[in-house]
C-alpha cells in the first residue's frame, strides 16, 4: 500500500472517530438536559411543600391589681409537621408554658398549629422579648424572634388608708430621757381605725429588772385617720428603774421578774411588737436605791377608796408617807422596808395626795370602778301624768338624778345607795322624758294606758285678764207704785182736825144707829193711806237693788276676778 493510500485512510479513520465522539457528546448533553430540566422540575413543584417557619404574636394587657404587665406570646407551626423547641430565651421574667421541648402542633385543615403562654413583667419594664429555635419533624430546623415596647406604667390602684390590723408602723425611742415616738409607716389608718401606743416608767428595787417594779408615770397615745405619729413622754425616778414602749394600754404594776412586755414592746422579736420598726422599746437604768416608796390606789363603787403603801425590799431606811385630801383627810404612816401598809378613805374625801418622805408620789380623785352596777331608770303611767323611778343599787355612791321632760322643767333626785326616788311630771302621749343618773343616761316616752279614753282638756286658772264676763243678775223689777187707796165714801172727813198728840174725833155712824149725841160709841176707822205710802215702797225698791249688787261682787271676789 502506497504512502499515499495509507494517508488516506488513516484521514477517513480519524474522521469516524470524531464522528463517533460527537455522538457520544450528544447523548452525553442530552441527558444532562433531562437531569437539569427534572431537577428544576421537582424543586419548582416541592417548594411549596417545603416551607418551615415559627411565627410569633404577642398581645398586652396591664394587671391593675397586682401591678404587672400580662404578655401573652403565641407560636404558630405552619407545617405539616409537628415542631419541637430546641431552644428558648425570654425576657425580661420567663412564659408559663413557652420552654424547651415544648412541641408545636402541625397545621391541619389549613389552620396553623398554634402553643401559648403567658409572661408576667413588673408594671416598671419597657419592653418584653421572645428568640426560639424549632425542629421539625423531617429534621429541618428554623429560629424565630420578636420584641414588644412597653411604657412601663402598669401601676394598682393608690391605696388611700391602710387598715388597723395590717398597718407597719415606726418608732424612736430614748428610755434614758423618758420620751419615744410612734408613726404609721406609709399611709394613715383607715377611718374609724385606731392604734395606742403607751410609754410607761417603773421604779426599779436594783439596777435591771430582776425584782418588783412599781409603776412611776405612764403616757398613752393614739393613732388614727387624722393622726399619723405620736409623742410620748414621762417623768422617770431618781434611782434605778425601767422604761417600756408597748403596743396599746395595758399597763402593769407591779411589775415582777422575767422579761416584762415581751410580747408587745416595740422593736422586739414577738407579734405584735415586731410590726413596728425601731429600737427595742426597753431601758434600764438609773442608780442608787429609791428607798422604794410606792402608792396605789383602789376605787371602790360605793366611793372610798384604799391606799396600798409600800417600801421595797431593796430600801434600806424605813419611809414616812402622808396621805391627804381635800375634805381635810390626813394620815401619816411610816412604812419599813419590804413591808406594805394600806389607808382606808372614806368616800367623798376629793382628790388624794400620797407624799414620801416629802415627794409626792400619787395623786388623783376617785373613778368609778368598771365593774360597778348602773343606777335603774323604770317608769309608770297613769291616764295624765308620768312617774319616773331611779334605782341606786346598794354599794354605790349617791347618786343625782336628773329628769327633764321635753319642752318641761327638770326635776332633780339624790338617791342614796339602796334606795330608789320617784318624780312625777305630767304628761301627754307621745312627749319623752330624758333621764340621767350617773352613767345611766335614757329617753323615756310617754304612752297613755288603755282604757283612759280622750283625754281631758284641763281648764285654765282664770286670772283678772281672761274671767268670764259675768252673766248680769236680772235687774230687780220695781214693785208696782202701790193705787191710791180710793177714798172711803162711806167716812166723811172728820169735822174737827186733831191736835198734835191727841185722839181724832169720833166718827158719826153712817148707819143711822147713833145720832152723834148719843147711843152707840162711834168705832174708830183706819188712816188714810194712798200718796203717803209711795216714798217706802220706792226705798225698799232701791235696798233691793243694792243687795242684788253687793252678792255679784262678792262672788267676783271669791273666785278672783
Known amino acids: 500500500m502506497s504512502a499515499a493510500h495509507r494517508r488516506k485512510v488513516g484521514l477517513h479513520r480519524r474522521v469516524e472517530g470524531l464522528h463517533r465522539a460527537a455522538g457520544r457528546t450528544a447523548r452525553r448533553m442530552a441527558v444532562l438536559v433531562s437531569v437539569l430540566a427534572g431537577a428544576t422540575g421537582v424543586m419548582t413543584f416541592a417548594a411549596p411543600a417545603s416551607a418551615h417557619a415559627n411565627a410569633i404574636t404577642a398581645s398586652v394587657a396591664c394587671d391593675t391589681d397586682s401591678g404587672e404587665y400580662r404578655v401573652t406570646w403565641t407560636v404558630a407551626n405552619d407545617w405539616a409537621g409537628k415542631a419541637t423547641l430546641s431552644s428558648v430565651s425570654a425576657t425580661p421574667t420567663q412564659i408559663a408554658d413557652i420552654a424547651v421541648g415544648t412541641v408545636v402542633p402541625a397545621r391541619y385543615n389549613g389552620r396553623n398549629g398554634t402553643v401559648s403562654g403567658v409572661q408576667r413583667v413588673p408594671g416598671t419594664a419597657t419592653s418584653a422579648a421572645l428568640r426560639l429555635s424549632s425542629r421539625w419533624t423531617d429534621g429541618y430546623t428554623a429560629s424565630a424572634s420578636r420584641t414588644v415596647s412597653l411604657n412601663g406604667t402598669c401601676r394598682p390602684p393608690a391605696p388611700v388608708c391602710t387598715p388597723a390590723d395590717t398597718a407597719a408602723y415606726g418608732h424612736t425611742f430614748d428610755g434614758a430621757a423618758g420620751n419615744a415616738t410612734v408613726r404609721t409607716r406609709n399611709l394613715p389608718l383607715c377611718a374609724g381605725q385606731s392604734q395606742d401606743f403607751t410609754l410607761v416608767s417603773y421604779t426599779a428595787t436594783a439596777a435591771g429588772s430582776a425584782g418588783a417594779q412599781q409603776l412611776f408615770d405612764s403616757a398613752t397615745g393614739v393613732l388614727d385617720g387624722s393622726h399619723r405619729e405620736v409623742t410620748l413622754d414621762v417623768d422617770l425616778p431618781a434611782c434605778y428603774r425601767t422604761v417600756y414602749l408597748v403596743w396599746g394600754t395595758g399597763v402593769v404594776t407591779p411589775l415582777g421578774g422575767g422579761t416584762p412586755y415581751a410580747a408587745t414592746r416595740l422593736g422586739g422579736a414577738r407579734s405584735p411588737g415586731d410590726r413596728s420598726t425601731g429600737p427595742v422599746g426597753a431601758h434600764?437604768?438609773?442608780?442608787?436605791?429609791?428607798?422604794?416608796?410606792?402608792?396605789?390606789?383602789?376605787?371602790?363603787?360605793?366611793?372610798?377608796?384604799?391606799?396600798?403603801?409600800?417600801?421595797?425590799?431593796?430600801?434600806?431606811?424605813?419611809?414616812?408617807?402622808?396621805?391627804?385630801?381635800a375634805s381635810g383627810f390626813s394620815r401619816t404612816?411610816?412604812?419599813?422596808?419590804?413591808?406594805?401598809?394600806?389607808?382606808?378613805?372614806?368616800?367623798?374625801?376629793g382628790t388624794l395626795t400620797v407624799r414620801a418622805d416629802g415627794d409626792t408620789?400619787?395623786?388623783?380623785?376617785?373613778?368609778?370602778?368598771?365593774?360597778?352596777?348602773?343606777?335603774?331608770?323604770?317608769?309608770?303611767?297613769?291616764?295624765?301624768?308620768?312617774?319616773?323611778?331611779?334605782?341606786?343599787?346598794?354599794?354605790n355612791t349617791p347618786v343625782t338624778a336628773t329628769v327633764r321632760p321635753r319642752g318641761g322643767d327638770s326635776r332633780t333626785l339624790r338617791v342614796a345607795p339602796g334606795t330608789a326616788g320617784s318624780a312625777t311630771v305630767d304628761a301627754e302621749p307621745g312627749m319623752t322624758v330624758d333621764v340621767t343618773a350617773g352613767p345611766t343616761a335614757v329617753t323615756l316616752t310617754y304612752a297613755r294606758p288603755a282604757g283612759c279614753g280622750k283625754p281631758v282638756e284641763p281648764t285654765p286658772t282664770p286670772t283678772p285678764t281672761d274671767c268670764p264676763e259675768p252673766t248680769d243678775s236680772p235687774e230687780p223689777t220695781d214693785s208696782p207704785e202701790p193705787t191710791d187707796s180710793p177714798e172711803p165714801t162711806h167716812s166723811p172727813e172728820p169735822t174737827d182736825t186733831p191736835t198734835p198728840?191727841?185722839?181724832?174725833?169720833?166718827?158719826?155712824?153712817?148707819?143711822?144707829?147713833?145720832?152723834?149725841?148719843?147711843?152707840?160709841?162711834?168705832?174708830?176707822?183706819?188712816?188714810?193711806?194712798?200718796?203717803?205710802?209711795?216714798p217706802f215702797v220706792a226705798a225698799g225698791a232701791t235696798l233691793t237693788f243694792l243687795g242684788a249688787l253687793f252678792l255679784v261682787l262678792g262672788r267676783r271676789r271669791e273666785t278672783g276676778c
Request: aromatic share 2%; net charge negative.
Open 284 to 325: 434600764e437604768g438609773g442608780s442608787g436605791g429609791c428607798a422604794t416608796p410606792a402608792a396605789a390606789v383602789t376605787d371602790a363603787c360605793d366611793g372610798s377608796r384604799t391606799v396600798h403603801l409600800s417600801n421595797g425590799a431593796a430600801a434600806t431606811l424605813p419611809t414616812e408617807f402622808t396621805v391627804t385630801a
Open 333 to 349: 404612816v411610816t412604812v419599813r422596808p419590804g413591808a406594805t401598809v394600806d389607808v382606808a378613805v372614806a368616800a367623798d374625801a
Open 361 to 395: 408620789v400619787a395623786r388623783g380623785t376617785w373613778t368609778r370602778p368598771a365593774g360597778c352596777p348602773p343606777p335603774v331608770v323604770t317608769s309608770t303611767a297613769d291616764c295624765t301624768s308620768m312617774t319616773v323611778t331611779v334605782a341606786n343599787p346598794a354599794g
Open 501 to 534: 198728840g191727841g185722839t181724832a174725833s169720833p166718827v158719826p155712824s153712817t148707819d143711822g144707829s147713833g145720832d152723834g149725841s148719843g147711843g152707840t160709841a162711834p168705832q174708830p176707822t183706819l188712816p188714810v193711806t194712798g200718796a203717803g205710802l209711795t
